[in-house]
């Protein structure tokens, strides 16, 4: 899905892209940022099948290129909204968890909780298919054992996001545990 303004309320339907019988059903939500910015989240879901998309028009703010980085320190700091775009890198170092851009990787929107669940999703699927008497298996199993104690809250860690090309955002539960820093240049840290 493209950004695109449209100030006009529009009623339409489209065929899923996805299974192409059911019909996609479109929801907005207005979010009032704490800054006073807003932005509308679109959320396409197919009646047929389990196709699901978000997309996010910045009413307002300026979503610039730049690393934002979210100190989670207690419990309702993971209640935090992040949205990643696809030119955004998210990484969570203490637990050595890194989700790089690319055009294929999915837009989303949740919370950090969100987050630690889909890398959990992802750890025990890798751990799965790895053999008992691999070495890494108890590195994962410790992972797995952070992971657990950062949903529950009693770990603390670092979101850190990278945008290059803009579009990401985080909205803090405590403002005062969030920074952001402008990347000026467009530069991407490809190494
Ligand atoms: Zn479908």
Do not use: W
Not at 27 to 46: A, H, Q, R, S, V
Not at 63 to 83: A, W
Not at 109 to 120: A, D, K, P, S
Not at 164 to 185: M, R
């Amino acid at each position: 899905m493209s950004r695109k303004e449209n100030n006009e309320e529009e009623q339409f339907s489209f065929k899923c892209p996805s299974c192409d019988k059911g019909v996609i059903t479109i929801n907005t939500i207005d979010y009032d940022l704490p800054d006073g910015d807003k932005m509308l989240i679109i959320n396409f879901t197919c009646d047929q099948c389990n196709y699901r998309k978000n997309d996010v028009i910045p009413m307002t703010t300026r979503m610039e290129p730049g690393i934002m980085t979210l100190k989670i320190e207690d419990e309702s700091d993971l209640k935090s909204k992040i949205y990643r775009s696809p030119t955004g890198k998210l990484e969570i170092p203490e637990l050595e968890l890194i989700v790089e851009p690319g055009p294929r990787a999915d837009f989303y929107y949740t919370n950090v909780q969100g987050i630690l669940f889909r890398f959990e999703e992802a750890v025990l699927i890798y751990k799965n298919n790895l053999e008992k008497n691999d070495s890494e298996f108890d590195e994962v199993e410790e992972i797995l054992n952070d992971l657990q104690k950062a949903i529950e809250g009693e770990l603390k860690f670092t979101l850190k996001i990278t945008d290059s090309g803009g579009g990401s955002y985080i909205i803090p539960q405590n403002a005062s545990h969030y920074t952001f820093e402008k990347l000026n240049n467009i530069e991407t840290d490809k190494d």
